[in-house]
C-alpha cells in the first residue's frame, strides 16, 4: 500500500483508518477469520518502522498479522556479500518484532502480534530480459529466473532464518512455485524440472515442522562489502515429538574451507542418525536446466555420527546439509563450527 508505484496507494493513516473499518465489518461476518495488516513494501522504503507503527496504531485490536516482504538479488557477482544477506532478514524480522512490541505496550494490551513473510525469495536474474518484454503479448515469459547453486545456499539461510524466528513468524510464503521466480520449472510441451532452490525448500517442508529449538551457535566469522561479523555457519534445529526426530539444517557459506560441525545434543539421551542429506557443487553459479535437470541434486553421502551426545559431520565449502536423526527425548542443543576441521580432522 505505501509503494509509488502501486494505484491505490495511501498514506500509514488513510490506510491505518480504512483497514480497521474493514477489519472489524469482516469479523462481524465470521469472528474465525485471521486477517494480515500490510507492512512496509520493504525494508529500504523511506516510510518503514513509521509506517508498521502507524498502521499498527490503528488496528492493533482488529488483526491478526502483520506482514513482510523481502528479495535478495547477487547483481555485483558478490558471493560472499551475497550470502550474508540473511542477517538482513533476520534483522528485519527482530524490528519489525520490536515495532509490533511498542505498539502493544503503548496500548497496554495482552495480544503478541505474529508475522506472515508472505513474500521472499531471490529474484535479480530476469530483470534485464523483462525489461526488453515488448508489452501486450500474451502470456510472455515474465521473471523467470534460472537459479544458481549459490542461489539455493541463500535461500537455505533465510529458511533457517524464518525457523529461528517461528515464535513469531507464523506464515511465510516463498514467491513463487512455478515458473515466476520459482523452484520448479516448465516449458510449453516439455519436462518440468526442480531448480535448485527446490531442495532446502523442500527438507524444510518436510522435516521443519514441530519445535523451533534455540541452536547456541559459535561460529568464525568475515566482513563483506555491507556487512560485518557473518557467521560462516547457519544452523536451526527442529525437534518433532510426535516422530521422534530431531531436524538439523546447516549452512557453510566458507568459499573455500570445509567445517566441522559439532553439536551437542546430549540432552536428547539416546540418538542415532538417520540420513545427511547434503547440496554441494564445485561451481557456485552451476544451474539446472530442462536439458540438464540434474547438475546440483542433494545426495545422502554425507558422514553425520553420534558419539557420547555429540553429532559431527564435515561440511564442505558452500554447502546445505539437513541432518534427521532419532531421539528419545528432546530439550536442547548446541552448535558448534570450526573452521577447515573437515580437511584434516582436527577440532
Wanted: include cysteine; proline fraction near 5%; aromatic fraction near 8%.
Amino acid at each position: 500500500m505505501d509503494g509509488p508505484w502501486q494505484i491505490g496507494r495511501k498514506t500509514a493513516t488513510e490506510y491505518g483508518r480504512l483497514a480497521t473499518e474493514t477489519a472489524k465489518a469482516m469479523k462481524w461476518v465470521d469472528d474465525s477469520i485471521e486477517l494480515v495488516v500490510c507492512g512496509s513494501s520493504a525494508r529500504k522504503m523511506p516510510t518503514y518502522a513509521d509506517w508498521e507503527a502507524t498502521v499498527l496504531d490503528h488496528t492493533y485490536e482488529e488483526v491478526d498479522y502483520l506482514s513482510l516482504h523481502t528479495y535478495y538479488g547477487n547483481l555485483d557477482g558478490d558471493t560472499g556479500n551475497y550470502l550474508a544477506a540473511s542477517l538482513d532478514m533476520d534483522a528485519f524480522i527482530r524490528e519489525v518484532t520490536a515495532i509490533c512490541d511498542y505498539i502493544k505496550a503503548k496500548k497496554r494490551s495482552k495480544k503478541t502480534m505474529r508475522l506472515s513473510f508472505d513474500e521472499w525469495n531471490v529474484w535479480f536474474h530476469s530483470n534485464g530480459a523483462d525489461a526488453k518484454q515488448r508489452p501486450w503479448q500474451t502470456a510472455p515469459p515474465l521473471l523467470e529466473d534460472v537459479y544458481t547453486h549459490e542461489d539455493a545456499l541463500l535461500v537455505g539461510s533465510m529458511l533457517i532464518t524464518l525457523l529461528r524466528h517461528a515464535d513469531r513468524v507464523k506464515i511465510a510464503c516463498l514467491a513463487q512455485l512455478v515458473n515466476v521466480i520459482a523452484p520448479i520449472m516448465t516449458e510449453t510441451g516439455g519436462p518440468a524440472w526442480r531448480q535448485t532452490i527446490f531442495y532446502p525448500f523442500l527438507h524444510a517442508s518436510l522435516y521443519g515442522r514441530g519445535i523451533s529449538l534455540h541452536p547456541l551457535i559459535q561460529s568464525p566469522k568475515y566482513d563483506s562489502k555491507d556487512y560485518t561479523d557473518v557467521p560462516y555457519l547457519d544452523a536451526a534445529a527442529v525437534y518433532d515429538e510426535a516422530s521422534g526426530e530431531l531436524a538439523v539444517f546447516l549452512v557453510n557459506k566458507d568459499q573455500r574451507e570445509p567445517m566441522l560441525l559439532a553439536a551437542d545434543i546430549r540432552s536428547f539421551g539416546d540418538l542415532a542418525v538417520i540420513e545427511h542429506r547434503t547440496l554441494e557443487s564445485d561451481d557456485p553459479k552451476a544451474t539446472n536446466t530442462a536439458s540438464d535437470p540434474h547438475r546440483v541434486v542433494p545426495h545422502n553421502r554425507g558422514d553425520a555420527r553420534v558419539d557420547g551426545g555429540r553429532l559431527a559431520a564435515t561440511l564442505g565449502p558452500l554447502s546445505w546439509h539437513m541432518i534427521r536423526l532419532r531421539v528419545a527425548r528432546g530439550d536442547g542443543a548446541g552448535i558448534v563450527g570450526v573452521p577447515g576441521a573437515g580437511a584434516n580432522g582436527d577440532a
